[in-house]
């Protein structure tokens, strides 16, 4: 059973992490963990450096959070995903430059590359643009999660989530690294997609492949 603390914990160390993995820059971007009857998530508009354990939010199922605490304006596809999806224990939702860009131009990222397992499918979809911290933007990432591990965001940037905040993070970096080789693929010529039954196999390989291959830490209550 993974405790509070531990949990506030993990989030404030992996928020350290976003800007040197290239994932966001300031205080763009947000983490959450499923934790009790909701979810603790990074506060709004707090460089990551700033945050610290009690600084971290936590916020119910119906959106409600202690006073004088304001959770990131993004929480709601964040506790959308949760209700909807009980394999997934933590999210983490960045900007990084290449997966940006290609939702600046509403591009998914196609089977291009054996990687694209990382995804949970044969592509990484792209939400449609809605305001961000709007239940409009959470009902489309709902959509373009479906079946799926990550996403990118129109106009926005990208999302990836996990069983645990470990996995959530080096899926986001897998995501951002595959959105670079396929912006310059494009550069270079038309990149030839795997066929169905390649992905086929890769999904299958994935199964215990480096991290996914650990019995993952369940955030609990």
Known sequence: MTTDPILREQIVAYGLKLTPSGLSQGTSGNLS??????????????????????????????????????????????????????????????????????????????????????????????????????????????????GRLACLMANHGMLAAGPNLEQAMWRAVEVETLSRQYALALQVGKPVLLTDAEVAQALEKFSNYGLLAKQPSMPTS
């Open 33 to 146: 963990v499923r934790h009790g009857n909701g979810f603790l998530i990074t506060p709004s508009g707090t460089p990551y450096e700033e945050i610290t354990p009690e600084g971290v939010v936590q916020v119910a199922m119906d959106g409600s959070h202690a006073e004088g605490l304001r959770p990131s304006s993004e929480w709601r596809f964040h506790r959308d995903i949760y209700a909807a999806r009980p394999d997934l224990h933590a999210i983490v939702h960045a900007h990084p430059p290449y997966s940006t860009a290609l939702s600046m131009c509403r591009i998914q990222i196609p089977a291009v590359h054996y990687m694209i397992a990382v995804s949970g499918g044969d592509s990484i979809r792209c939400a449609d643009y809605y305001t961000y911290g709007s239940q409009a933007l959470s009902d489309a990432v709902m959509r373009a999660m479906e």
